[in-house]
């Protein structure tokens, strides 16, 4: 059997062995439960995709610990450069309490049309920058600004 495919039984011992203590050292670094949660899955994920071969225990424990502490860093890094703000508490961040409405609508938005609409008129983006973005085609990144404003037009009228 080639040593770089690993059986369900040991990826579910290798889980099991290893999950608590992969959990507890991403909460101690990411200080916040999911993330910790999500950290380890992915370190685990990595595991299984990666499927490295060890020289014994002890150099299998220090990669999921190496591989962990890799993602938790790589998460703390993407949150320094992307701020993170609850929903709730948007409202909060516009001076004129009559901006609070109308972000409430935009928010009520479906999402396809929520997101075109705020990266154009929030964040100040181009069509072209936004279908980019997206992922979709220039047109049908238009067609989502207009039948977004169309739905905004709908409450205001």
């Known amino acids: 059997m080639d040593n770089s495919i690993q059986s369900?039984?040991?990826?579910e011992y290798v889980?099991?062995?290893y999950s608590d203590m992969i959990f507890r050292v991403c909460l101690v670094i990411?200080?916040?439960?999911?993330?910790?949660?999500?950290?380890?899955?992915?370190?685990?994920?990595?595991?299984?995709?990666?499927?490295?071969?060890?020289?014994?225990?002890?150099?299998?424990?220090?990669?999921l610990i190496r591989v962990a502490t890799n993602i938790c860093k790589d998460m703390c890094r993407f949150k320094k450069r992307h701020t993170h703000v609850n929903i709730d508490e948007l409202s909060d961040?516009?001076?004129?309490p009559e901006s609070a409405g109308?972000?409430?609508d935009?928010?009520?938005?479906?999402?396809?049309?929520?997101?075109?609409?705020?990266?154009?008129?929030?964040?100040g983006?181009?069509?072209?920058?936004?279908?980019s973005i997206v992922g979709i085609s220039v047109s049908a990144t238009k067609k989502r600004l207009q039948r977004g404003r169309e739905m905004l037009k709908l409450e205001y009228n």
């Open 8 to 11: 369900a039984d040991e990826i």
């Open 15 to 17: 889980i099991t062995t």
């Open 30 to 63: 990411l200080c916040n439960e999911a993330d910790a949660k999500d950290a380890t899955q992915e370190t685990f994920l990595k595991y299984i995709t990666k499927a490295p071969s060890f020289n014994d225990s002890e150099h299998q424990k220090a990669w």
């Open 93 to 96: 961040y516009y001076q004129m």
């Open 102 to 104: 109308i972000l409430e």
């Open 106 to 123: 935009v928010l009520s938005l479906p999402p396809k049309y929520k997101v075109v609409i705020y990266m154009y008129y929030i964040e």
């Open 125 to 131: 983006y181009d069509v072209t920058n936004i279908a």
